[in-house]
């Protein structure tokens, strides 16, 4: 059964960080590249960070280039999202996304992340 667990997620003040954490299973993780997207009420699905199968190339959205850092641990089955700098316009459900090259996608069920003080 394909499942993709996402952790991490909390409540922390503008400035603190936080890292995510999708623990992949039910697939051959190593053939997918990783996505991490956002989302909040009304809006549509953000791409956030992606990095690719074999975890060198990444790429960010504008916004958080320079704050946050996408990386995978293939030996976990893991993929991290480190965030840093973290300001109120972050808070999101991230969600964590695999997708490989026939375009098959899987996703996980979101955690909450707000920030506030």
């Known amino acids: 059964q394909i499942h993709l667990m996402e952790s991490g997620g909390g409540l922390v003040q503008p400035g603190g960080s936080l890292r995510l954490a999708c623990a992949a299973s039910?697939?051959?993780?190593?053939?997918?590249?990783m996505r991490w997207y956002r989302q909040t009420p009304g809006m549509e699905r953000e791409l956030v960070a992606a990095?690719?199968?074999?975890?060198?190339?990444?790429n960010y959205a504008d916004s958080v280039k320079g704050r946050f850092t996408i990386s995978r641990d293939d030996a976990k089955f893991t993929v991290y999202l480190q965030m840093n700098n973290l300001k109120p316009e972050d808070t999101a459900v991230y969600f964590c996304?695999?997708?490989?090259?026939?375009?098959?996608?899987?996703w996980g069920q979101g955690t909450q992340v707000t920030v506030s003080s």
């Open positions: 996304n695999a997708v490989d090259w026939r375009g098959t996608q899987h």
């Open positions: 039910g697939f051959t993780f190593t053939t997918f590249a």
């Open positions: 990095v690719d199968s074999a975890g060198i190339d990444t």
